[in-house]
């Protein structure tokens, strides 16, 4: 026979008090710059690499791919942080569309990048600079390791 769990689930809303709203929302913003940080951190320590041992034209282009991500996404970091001081907060549409019109605007600048540059870029730096933008959270986890979770 088993046996269930009692029901401790509550029905009720849970209402929050000024203070409370504020600190969250400004705790999520923190949080928002701070993955927008690492990400900068990680693509400029890729470029350094890049410039030591490849050279100046494959620190451009590392540079160069990551800002086709780190552009349109410090666009919607922004747009996110913005969006918490209004009182019903940032809504999961807006998310999404958002989040949508960043990952267009990140594949436009890409084929930019091609069209305009396409021969003169070392297109292993481009993709490893973009990835490192893409990730640049995990230099994060590495540096703060439990605690980061907690930051954000």
């Known amino acids: 026979m088993i046996k269930s769990l009692p029901d401790t689930s509550s029905n009720k809303p849970v209402s929050l008090s000024d203070v409370e709203k504020n600190r969250l929302a400004s ?11 690492w990400q900068v951190v990680s693509a400029l320590i890729v470029a350094c690499f890049f410039l030591v041992f490849s050279g100046t034209n494959a620190f451009f282009s590392s540079l160069a791919g990551s800002l086709c991500y780190l552009a349109p996404n410090a666009l919607f970091v ?12 940032a809504g999961a549409g807006l998310f999404l569309v958002f989040n949508g019109l960043k990952l267009l605007l990140a594949g436009g600048l890409l084929w930019m990048l091609a069209d305009v540059g396409g021969s003169y ?19 994060g986890m590495l540096v703060w390791g439990k605690q980061f979770g907690k930051m954000l």
């Open 27 to 37: 705790r999520g913003r923190a949080g928002l710059f701070r993955l927008l940080f």
């Open 78 to 89: 922004i747009r996110l942080a913005l969006s918490t001081f209004k009182p019903e907060g």
């Open 121 to 139: 870029l070392n297109w292993l730096a481009v993709l490893a600079g973009l990835i490192a933008a893409l990730k640049g959270h995990w230099l």
